[in-house]
């Protein structure tokens, strides 16, 4: 019997009396496959989109600021009214409460206005505005009419005679528009003046409420 036939004969000899240990062995390591293989699977299926790459989330940008400045709302220089006249005096106040004595009319009566002489006899519009009448009538005399913003109006009675000017021009506060005279006819006993009228929104006020320089 040569060497080969005895090596084989102890391999099938060593085989069977170690078989159930190889078959426990056999099972073992198929076991162990298994749950390998289950495992992995589990791992799979846990993370499936894990090779995926997930897009890029759009990067929100801000509105631009625009560099330039805000430009701030114009303001709105409010009406200034003038004394209507260069140093005049005031001959009769203003009346609405109380009663005063007409020397034309010789009984006593409100008075709506300021009463002003001077020196020139020279009158100027009050404010900046629009001529909205001239005219004559006995009671006022030569008169002119000027409205202004905010619902002003000035109304210049006694004048010595109509004014130059045409209705709807436009004049600035210091702008000649007239001479004081007598031709007031419910004034006219009081001398040469200029009979100066101030409404609010159609109302006549103290022209003093609104006159802010004894200058022209």
């Excluded at 929100?60 to 330039?68: F, G, L, N």
């Excluded at 009663?99 to 034309?104: H, I, K, M, N």
């Excluded at 909205?132 to 202004?148: A, F, P, T």
């Excluded at 002003?152 to 021009?169: M, N």
Aim: glycine content about 6%; charged content about 20%.
């Amino acid at each position: 019997m040569n060497k080969f036939s005895i090596a084989m004969k102890r391999f099938g000899g060593f085989m069977k009396r170690n078989a159930f240990y190889f078959l426990i062995v056999l099972c073992i390591a198929s076991v162990a496959t298994v749950i390998a293989l289950a495992v992995t699977r589990e791992k799979v299926n846990v993370n499936p989109d894990a090779s995926v790459t997930e897009p890029d989330k759009p990067v929100i940008k801000p509105d631009p600021v625009d560099p330039s400045p805000v430009n701030p709302e114009p303001v709105v220089e409010k009406l200034k009214f003038y004394t209507p006249c260069n140093n005049g005096e005031v001959k009769q106040n203003y009346a609405d409460t109380s009663l005063v004595w007409s020397p034309t009319l010789k009984h006593y009566s409100t008075h709506l206005a300021l009463d002003f002489t001077s020196e020139d006899g020279n009158v100027y519009a009050s404010a900046d505005g629009t001529i909205k009448e001239i005219g004559y009538n006995q009671l006022d005399g030569n008169y002119v009419v000027i409205s202004h913003k905010d619902g002003y109006v000035t109304r210049y009675l006694s004048l010595e005679k109509p004014c130059a000017l045409k209705v709807g021009a436009n004049v600035k506060h210091g702008q000649l528009i007239g001479k004081m005279s007598t031709s007031q006819g419910s004034e006219c006993m009081d001398g040469a003046h200029l009979h100066f009228e101030v409404q609010k929104d159609g109302k006549n006020i103290n022209p003093l409420e609104v006159l802010v320089s004894s200058e022209k």
